[in-house]
């Protein structure tokens, strides 16, 4: 089975993370946090960077390695490095996505999360938790 290795940053303003829905694909309409493929020699960071810079226009802080996922989906196995991070301006742009919504902890739950992706929101609520 083939792997692939991508980054994902899951946002965080106050006690909200950042949230994107695919526009296209095989899961289309599914929630994610944004991120993407890690290009050849590329460090997690590095790429993680890149990837939100491509896709929102912006620019992040990585705050902490939140987790690694290992998930088999059904024609490849995700690697994903997750990161917790924070916008370093506030300006956004959806450049490949087709909506994004900021959770709150009780609304985490309130959209249909890509399978790999849920696998975090227990550990991401907790982070939420912390910090009160």
Same mark, same amino acid.
């Given at each position: 089975m083939k792997t692939i290795e991508v980054v994902a940053a899951i946002i965080r303003k106050d006690d909200k993370i950042f949230a994107t829905q695919r526009g296209y694909g095989e899961w289309k309409d599914w929630w994610e946090?944004?991120?993407? /493929?890690? #290009?050849?020699? =590329?460090?997690?960071?590095?790429?993680? /960077?890149? #990837?939100?810079? =491509?896709?929102l226009s912006t620019s992040i802080s990585i705050d902490k390695l939140l987790y690694t996922v290992d998930y088999d989906y059904p024609k490849f196995h995700l690697t994903m490095h997750c990161y917790m991070c924070s916008l370093l301006n506030d300006a956004l742009h959806l450049n490949e996505h087709e909506a994004a919504k900021w959770l709150s902890r009780e609304d985490i739950h309130s959209v249909k999360w890509l399978p790999a992706d849920d696998i975090l929101l227990p550990m991401i609520i907790n982070e939420l938790n912390k910090n009160e």
């Open positions: 946090f944004p991120g993407g /493929k890690m #290009e050849e020699g =590329e460090y997690p960071e590095e790429a993680l /960077k890149r #990837e939100i810079n =491509e896709e």
